[in-house]
Structure formats: C-alpha cells, structure tokens
Nanobody
Framework: QVQLEESGGGSVQAGGSLRVSCTAS???????WAWFRQAPGKEREGVAY????????FYADSVKGRFTISQDNAKNILYLQMNSLKPEDTATYYC?????????????????WGQGIQVTVAS
C-alpha cells in the first residue's frame, strides 16, 4: 500500500518562497507524479508534474516561471519549490502519483493521493 505524505507547507508573505515535499512509502511504482492544489470554493487544479525516470516537467500557466517541480528517485520524494508567491497561490496542495502511460492533469489518471498540506500567502 503506497502512502504519500506532504510536508513543508505554511504561511508566507507575498513575494516569498516555500518548498513543499511529498514522501512516498511502501511499494511505489509510477510513470509520473504531480502537484495539485485546491483553493476554497474552487476546483482542484493541476500545478505541475514530472515524469519518471527522465524527469520531464510540465507546468500550469499560472505557475510557470515561479514554481519548480523536482524528484529524488532514490528516496521517493517529490518537491515543489514555490517562488514569487502570490495570494492567489493560497490553497491546499496535494501530491499524486500515476501509472498511466499518458501524461496529464486529469484526476482520474492518478491512483495515489496525499492528504494535502496548506499553503497560505498573505498580501
């Protein structure tokens, strides 16, 4: 049974930086994994994903140039470095893993999800 656990969230002023991490435990196979977020009253949206093992990345337009997704394959850890944070980045951030051969942000492609971690950006 795979478990994904996020860490590193918190509160920051606009313009600041945070890094969130997601650690996978248990037998873990994936073709790619991703960060999603959900703000109050809004639908969950994909933020970024990275493929395994080659590390190809894809970002939502809203975070391109500010966020960086990366992975440590040996330790099964996924990172999201968030710079130049904006109040609209405030959300619960989730990591998710997929074994699908086709990459994308459709939630149904992801079989494993973390519990989520709060990121709050104050203006």
């Amino acid at each position: 049974q795979v478990q994904l656990e996020e860490s590193g969230g918190g509160s920051v002023q606009a313009g600041g930086s945070l890094r969130v991490s997601c650690t996978a435990s248990g037998y873990f196979r994936r073709t790619y994994w991703a960060w999603f977020r959900q703000a109050p009253g809004k639908e969950r949206e994909g933020v970024a994903y990275v493929t395994t093992p080659y590390g190809s990345t894809f970002y939502a337009d809203s975070v391109k140039g500010r966020f960086t997704i990366s992975q440590d394959n040996a330790k099964n850890i996924l990172y999201l470095q968030m710079n130049s944070l904006k109040p609209e980045d405030t959300a619960t951030y989730y990591c998710a893993a997929s074994q699908s051969a086709v990459h994308g942000f459709e939630a149904w492609r992801y079989g494993n999800w973390g519990q989520g971690i709060q990121v709050t950006v104050a203006s």
